[in-house]
């Protein structure tokens, strides 16, 4: 290949509402976006409704790609199948992957995408929203965390092989149980329980926009719909913006505690992305921060909040760059 070619890389980014795809060009290491289209999640109901969308919204047919990756709200089992959590759409491309003739292609999980995104200049253009007090002994080489909430919750980590390259390491801690404290957090917890008929409230039932529904409606009584709570009530200060902002604080501070990531937490996702007093709030701060020990580590951490809504595809896009680079 001689060293200026321009090679092509399609990236879907599957979440539980929306369907992404965007066309990248790749040129000595360099990404470029070149064109996204959205489409309804609901709408591909299997694997060959999505490779058509994709093939269509991309303008080039999907053998021409020199590499695809997908990314799916979801587990994924051996970079072929993912399921989405929020929705029934399955994608497998082990068959497809021949009978279309793909040539390099895999699907990893939404937030491994959202980690690989923070590689791109997606990371380089995130907003910091809590500077660091202290300085961190690695700073910027260290472990770099990932999290956000939208249809749900999903976080991962970046570190570094042996070798010194990045690694994408996924997780599922959305669905470990919520840490709630005191009675009227508790008072919460039952009434999430009982709503949801779950014997335990995960941390995703409560940061996930349905979560963020239940919290508005425990408080106020008002039934609205997640974008309509966060312009009534994440758009000013109100109790379910203090409620809410210490809550997404709080699996903020965990994960940052679990990875070790003092090269920075990266908040992705829609709710936080399109409710900027979230992180501004002065509760956020203060529960970040509120930790019987570690206050250090927790202080020395930047946090920051990656504001574009096609981070995914970013992410899918330099997960499918790695397998050109294999």
């Not at 996702?269 to 709030?281: D, E, F, Q, S, Y």
């Not at 202080?299 to 790695?322: I, T």
Request: aromatic share 8%; proline share 4%.
């Amino acid at each position: 290949m001689e060293h200026d070619a321009v090679q092509h890389i399609l990236a879907a980014d599957i979440g539980g509402t929306n369907c992404r795809f965007g066309l990248f060009t790749l040129i000595r290491g360099k990404l470029t976006l070149r064109g996204v289209r959205w489409l309804k999640t609901a709408d591909m109901p299997h694997t060959d409704a999505v490779l058509d969308a994709w093939a269509e919204a991309a303008g080039i047919p999907l053998d021409k790609a020199d590499a695809l990756a997908a990314a799916v709200a979801g587990p994924v089992t051996d970079d072929m199948q993912g399921a989405l959590t929020n929705a029934p759409l399955r994608l497998d491309l082990r068959e497809a992957r021949i009978r279309r003739g793909l040539r390099r292609c895999r699907v990893v999980n939404d937030f491994t995408a959202e980690a690989y995104a923070c590689l791109t200049e997606i990371g380089a253009r995130a907003r910091r929203v809590v500077s660091p007090e202290i300085s961190a002994p690695d700073g910027a080489s260290g472990v770099k965390g990932v999290l956000g909430a939208g249809t749900g919750l999903g976080m991962a980590s970046l570190i570094r092989d042996t070798a010194g390259r990045w690694l994408a390491v996924p997780a599922e801690g959305g669905h470990t149980a919520f840490p709630f404290v005191g009675e009227e957090e508790a008072a919460f917890q039952r009434f999430v329980c009982r709503e949801l008929g779950f014997p335990y409230a995960r941390r995703e039932d409560v940061l996930a926009g349905a979560g963020l529904r239940l919290l508005h409606r425990f408080l106020t009584g008002q039934r609205l719909d997640a974008r309509e709570v966060g312009e009534q009530a994440l758009s000013r200060d109100s109790d379910t913006l203090r409620w809410y902002a210490g809550f997404y604080a709080r699996v903020c501070r965990d994960w940052i505690l679990t990875t070790l990531c003092r090269g920075g937490l990266y908040i992705a996702g829609g709710i936080a992305a399109r409710n900027p007093l979230l992180t501004a709030c002065p509760l956020f701060c203060e529960e970040l921060r509120r930790a019987p020990r570690f206050a250090d580590l927790l202080r020395a951490v930047p946090v920051f909040l990656v504001e574009d809504k096609n981070s995914g595809l970013w992410g899918a896009a330099r997960a499918a760059q790695a397998l050109l680079e294999t």
